[in-house]
């Protein structure tokens, strides 16, 4: 990028950054909500008498409403728009956590999990599909590192929040606590979010910039926008490798996300309050990566005139191999060494998943984004339902979680592969 070019940038409005940091600000919250239940497993112990195993199907319920609506999510966004479907979600996320506060029994905390999935579903595709429209591609790792960063810093301060919470008023209000934050945030999108288009106070000179394309022309300009059927997306190469390779890196994610304080409780005896604030510890680190690695540093990057093919795959690829740091956590055998090996493996991940996130938007057309945004986001749900699930039972039979572990970086394995021999080059295919 020359001077000039950078000048003109510095000079431009930056109404599309507030779009990101509202986007950012909604993963928070909705991650909040998923956390809670790790941070209320041993409550639930006491309350509903629950094993290791109900647990891991307890913490996969989530997922599998959020699984089944993913394809379909991805075709109602490509036609109603991120504003309507999001708030619709937004609202009925919040529902969901207060009927997770007042649930009677097991099986209404059940029902109300199924119904936290069914109002975050549309959550990464629907933020996929705004970065698309408000960003041009030069920015859009930062713009997506904002809001998959945030993912990470909430398990950072959600855990041992939500956990003070529950230690002086009990695991109700906690569930009830998140309930309330989630409504706030219903108001807060509804107020604010807009597609560019749509947006009054957008100016012609910001929004020329964000409509831009590969060849400097406009969406207006070429008259055109493509769409193809979800079958159609479902038989491309492209498409099948970046929802492998996503697959992976959420199934170590969400084994992180639901089983990190169990883990350093059981495997390191750690008690339950240094349980919460040292699994902050490997999530603060994963949001420095996501923002400085995946988003900030590549934009910088191909800004400057690297390769943009190159720079992302390096940081997509080198990213996930850095998850097989989990298997150092295996054989841990004191509380450093863990933190040490989880920070390395979760924190390339997330210095990936921004660099993953953008390539809908980039492998795709503008009417598909919503679709492929969406299958990617259903393999990744299939990892969230297999991770905790499969993690209960290998803890329970084995007494250890070497064997988790070690499932997990098998998979991060046929992950990196994905990305090199299906996804190849991140461009649009013909």
Same mark, same amino acid.
């Given at each position: 990028?020359t001077?000039s070019a950078?000048?003109k ?13 509202l ?17 209320s497993h041993? /409550?639930l112990?006491?309350s509903?008498?629950?094993s ?7 913490s ?7 699984a ?10 490509d ?6 479907v ?8 919040s529902?969901? /956590? ?9 099986g ?10 069914v109002?975050?579903?549309?959550s990464f595709?629907a933020? %996929?599909k705004a970065?698309?429209?408000?960003f ?8 997506? /590192?904002? +809001?998959?960063?945030a %993912? ?7 855990v ?6 529950l ?9 009830a ?5 989630s ?7 509804w ?16 929004r ?13 300009e070429?008259?055109?926008v493509?769409?193809?059927s979800?079958? #159609? ?5 492209? *498409?099948?490798?970046? %929802?492998i ?11 992180l ?11 390191? #005896?750690?008690?339950?309050?240094? /349980?919460f604030?040292?699994t ?10 996501? +923002? ?11 800004q ?6 190159l ?21 841990a #055998?004191?509380?450093?060494?863990a ?15 921004p660099?993953?996130w ?11 984004v ?14 969230g339902i ?5 993690t209960?039972?290998l *803890? ?8 988790? +572990?070690?499932v ?6 046929i ?13 649009r295919?013909?």
């Open positions: 990028m001077q950078l000048d940038q510095a000079r431009l409005p930056q109404r599309r950054w507030r779009i990101a940091w986007l950012g600000l909604g993963v928070l919250v909705n991650y909040f909500d998923r956390v809670n239940l790790s941070v041993a /409550s112990i006491v509903f008498g629950i290791n195993i109900a647990f891991g199907y307890l996969g319920a989530y997922n599998w409403t959020y089944m609506c993913q394809l379909p999510i991805g075709v109602l966004l036609k109603f728009g991120v504003k309507r999001g708030r619709i979600s937004t609202f009925l996320w529902i969901a /956590s207060f009927g997770a506060a007042v649930t009677p029994n097991l209404g905390l059940f029902a109300a999990r199924l119904v936290l999935g109002g975050e579903a549309p595709p933020n %996929a970065i698309g429209f408000w041009p591609a030069k920015e859009r790792s930062f713009a997506t /590192s904002i +809001f998959d960063a %993912a990470k810093f909430a398990s950072a301060l959600g041992p929040l939500i956990g003070m919470v230690l002086l008023v009990g695991w109700r209000w906690s569930f606590f998140t309930g309330v934050v409504l706030l945030f219903f108001w807060l999108f107020k604010i979010y807009r597609d560019p288009d749509d947006d009054p106070q957008l100016s012609d000179l910001e020329q910039y964000i409509d831009e394309g590969v060849d400097g022309r406009t969406e207006a070429t008259g055109v493509e769409v193809s979800l079958g #159609h997306l479902l038989t491309q190469r492209k *498409v099948i490798g970046l %929802a390779g996503f697959g992976s890196y959420n199934y170590v994610f969400y084994l996300l639901t089983w990190l304080p169990s883990y350093l409780s059981f495997a390191l #005896h750690i008690d339950l309050l240094h /349980s604030l040292y902050s510890v490997p999530w603060l680190f994963a949001t420095m990566t996501d +923002f400085l690695i995946g988003g900030w540093l590549v934009d910088w990057l191909i400057r005139g690297w390769n943009a093919n720079v992302r795959k390096v940081v997509l690829i080198g990213g996930t191999a850095c998850g097989l740091g989990i298997l150092g956590a295996a054989h #055998h004191n509380t450093q060494q933190l040490l090996w989880i920070s390395i493996s979760i924190g390339g991940l997330a210095a990936a998943a660099v993953g953008s390539i809908p938007s980039l492998i795709s057309n503008r009417g598909d919503g679709k492929v945004g969406g299958i990617v986001n259903f393999s990744n749900q299939l990892s297999a991770a905790p699930i499969v209960g039972y *803890v329970s039979a084995r007494q250890s979680y070497a064997w988790a +572990f070690g997990s970086a098998v998979y991060l394995v992950g990196i592969a994905a990305y090199i021999f299906l996804l190849g080059k991140i461009e295919a013909e």
